[in-house]
């Protein structure tokens, strides 16, 4: 199944690590570094296949209870029509503006990502009709690859689906769906944002222009009024249906679901209603001699009825109410699956009904049967490639558990890395990208997570930074997707090749060009976790966006040499420290002002006596390692959760303190207690050298790090000023 699903190159590796379970760990002196001699066939064998740690484990049970739903769903949407319709709003919307297709691509690709499991399918499926478009238009073919590929590759990054990683994230962080989605969300938005401004200055220094486009020409501005009243319609359509189905709650308790039902199978019909009075949305030819892009109004109308599934699943996996829970995300991709089913049987005869065509009802009913089977093809197709990938990936992570090898790579890695956390993350970023040349996605996410994450985590302790899982998560979940698009081995620039005709590795290497700004963003949120909108409000969600996106988008004219005009090297220079700047304000301010005051001993005490509740202060704690003896630290996040001593919080807390001449002595956390897995793992509470909380740090009263914001919009608007006399053409 490997074979035919992943190729020979992935079998191999596979196959590597079955053997070495039983060849390469015999060696006494490996041996003596991972505590392993070697495994019977019997052994091997019970745990590859009877534990969650083998074949049988978590991301299989969660690619066949969760991921086949979605994938499914996306066959359905696509072989209906949906992923044509998707197409054709993108070209409607943007083909007639300079590199308009190159657009046009980066926008299907995001819309058909959303809920497509593999870069790869994406490329083929929207890159068959933009590539030849680009080039058309003057794109090179390896450009005009790079752009599928960078656009495909970024799908994965886009919520909901996330290449099937959002629901391993779910079961590996231990956090709600709900939350993976919105950690995921703003990095994902503005890094295709970049994409669209980088395709924008190819086609600035291309000279490119646009497909002809019937009627009114729209440019840029409106363009932009009518993503923003689509995002204020739908959000105002969601307030509108939350406030009926409270109303319904309150008439017919627990049983609004069924007016509810009414009113969307109304707005369906209503939809291809209207649909049936503009002719049928087909993708044209790219081949052809004349290609034009539609007008924008019938072409959505025309398909708007495909949207209510994508409405059904979104709004059961994030709106929650006073009455209403959010479903499952298993229970909502059932739902969301089951109208479009609806949708795939009935819309053809439907919209041939409306048109007065009773003769060809038939005929159209018995194209939708096709189309439904096909969809199911589509999606069981699909979704052997995931299937097959977890459950391989789970001989890795199994021989890797049953070895001990993690101790080796992780102990390698954090000794290359030397306590530093920016060299440990460039490592892991390295090993993510050659693990996802020869791993699917799904499977490079599974194995580099399970190596690395708890050693990131735990090297950011020591220096200081407390990491949230989540980040770490997203962070090799970002490498192993760009491993899609990195030579020698890129399987969507190979696919994306095939298709433009264009040199493969180029295009590889054009297309990872174009993903700098998306390998940028892991490290920025590492450090800066505002992008990931943790512990962020509404306002300030807002605020973040826009600075994010402004900073992504000057490091996009950084990567081309091209801002207003083209670039000098002082001022690529400035540009990059505006984009740092802008993304890591924090630390300039704490060159500025301390950002912590750090107590000691009874003074450590006092201060976390006078803590109010709900703030948060950082433990850094003092122990022997338990292997090696040599006495580390960690850094502790510590939130207060009730009044009382310094001693009575902490113990609280399950941190057992005894004061002693100023030392703060720290007993083995309980099993069950919030610290027990960060401490009682690694330290030995029970040596000649104590364990103790060194200090307390807790947070100074200092001017909000956005204040720099203001001075690198400044030097921006100064960079503009320079270069707009030398533009030879409009920016937009």
Do not use: C
Request: hydrophobic residues 55%; aromatic residues 12%; without cysteine.
């Amino acid at each position: 199944a490997g074979f035919r699903a992943l190729g020979l190159p992935r079998v191999l590796i596979f196959f590597f690590f079955v053997s070495v379970t039983f060849v390469f760990f015999y060696s006494v002196l490996v041996g003596s570094v991972t505590n392993y001699g070697g495994a019977s066939f019997a052994k091997a064998m019970g745990h590859y296949w009877m534990q969650t740690e083998g074949v049988f484990g978590v991301a299989l049970g969660v690619s066949t209870t969760m991921i086949f739903l979605f994938v499914l769903f996306g066959g359905l949407l696509e072989r209906a029509g949906g992923g044509n319709w998707f197409i054709k709003v993108a070209i409607a919307l943007l083909g007639a503006l300079r590199g308009g297709p190159a657009k046009a691509a980066v926008l299907s690709s995001m819309m058909t990502g959303m809920i497509s499991g593999s870069s790869i399918a994406n490329t083929v499926t929207t890159g068959t009709f933009t590539i030849p478009l680009m080039k058309r238009i003057g794109f090179a073919p390896e450009k005009a690859g790079a752009v599928e590929v960078a656009s495909s590759t970024n799908g994965q990054l886009t919520p909901p689906v996330m290449g099937a990683a959002a629901f391993l994230m779910v079961e590996y962080v231990n956090i709600p769906y709900f939350a993976v989605i919105k950690h995921a969300f703003l990095p994902a938005i503005v890094s295709y944002i970049a994409l669209l401004y980088i395709v924008h200055l190819e086609s600035l220094k291309l000279g490119l222009q646009g497909l002809k486009k019937p009627g009114r020409q729209i440019g840029v501005i409106m363009i932009l009024l009518l993503f923003l009243t689509g995002f204020l319609g739908m959000a105002v359509i969601t307030f509108l249906v939350i406030g009926f189905r409270g109303l319904l709650e309150t008439v017919t308790p627990g049983a609004s679901i069924y007016p509810a039902l009414v009113l969307l199978l109304l707005a369906y019909l209503a939809l291809v209603y209207v649909a049936s009075r503009f002719p049928d949305v087909v993708v044209d030819d790219p081949d052809s001699k004349v290609v034009e892009a539609p007008r924008l109004t019938p072409t959505f109308l025309g398909g708007a009825y495909y949207a209510l599934p994508i409405f059904v699943l979104v709004w059961n996996l994030m709106v929650r109410t006073e009455d209403l829970d959010r479903l499952s995300p298993a229970l909502s991709a059932f739902w969301a699956t089951i109208a479009m089913i609806i949708v795939a049987l009935t819309h053809r005869p439907l919209k041939a009904m409306f048109r007065g065509s009773a003769d060809s009802v038939s005929a159209q009913a018995q194209t939708s049967w096709h189309d439904f089977v096909a969809g199911l093809e589509s999606g069981a197709r699909n979704m052997i490639g995931i299937g097959v990938a977890t459950g391989a990936a789970g001989i890795i992570v199994g021989t890797i558990s049953l070895t001990g090898a993690h101790q080796i790579i992780g102990q390698v890695i954090e000794a290359i890395a030397g306590d530093n956390l920016m060299i440990l993350l460039i490592l892991v970023a390295v090993l993510s990208l050659i693990l996802g040349m020869g791993l699917p996605t799904t499977a490079n996410y599974i194995v580099v997570s399970s190596l690395m994450a708890p050693v990131i985590v735990s090297v950011g302790a020591q220096s200081g930074l407390i990491v949230p899982l989540i980040a770490v998560h997203l962070f090799v979940f970002y490498f192993g997707i760009l491993a899609d698009d990195t030579p020698p081995v890129g399987l969507a620039a190979y696919a994306a090749a095939a298709i433009s005709r264009g040199d493969p590795i180029k295009t590889g290497i054009v297309g990872f060009s174009y993903d700098i700004r998306t390998a940028l963003l892991p490290f920025m949120f590492i450090f800066n976790t505002d992008l990931l909108l943790i512990d962020v409000g509404p306002a300030k969600a807002v605020l973040v966006f826009f600075v994010s996106l402004i900073a992504m988008l000057v490091f996009a004219a950084v990567t081309q040499g091209y801002f207003i005009a083209k670039s000098r090297k002082w001022e690529t220079a400035i540009l990059l420290f505006v984009v740092f700047m802008l993304f890591r304000p924090d630390f300039f301010l704490d060159q500025w002002q301390e950002r912590y005051a750090e107590t000691t001993g009874p003074a450590a005490l006092a201060a976390l006596e006078e803590l109010p509740v709900g703030s948060t202060a950082r433990l850094r704690v003092s122990a022997p390692d338990f292997d090696t003896g040599e006495v580390g630290t960690i850094t502790l996040a510590y939130t207060a959760e009730s009044d009382g001593t310094g001693l009575e919080r902490l113990e609280a807390a399950g941190l057992t303190v005894l004061e002693s001449d100023g030392i703060l002595a720290l007993d083995e956390p309980f099993p069950g207690t919030p610290y027990f897995e960060q401490l009682a793992n690694d330290y030995d509470f029970y040596g000649d050298v104590p364990a103790q909380i060194e200090a307390v740090a807790i947070e100074n009263d200092r001017m909000p790090k956005e204040i720099f914001f203001i001075p690198a919009l400044l030097i921006l608007l100064v960079v503009v000023a320079i270069q707009r006399p030398r533009a030879t053409q409009p920016a937009f």
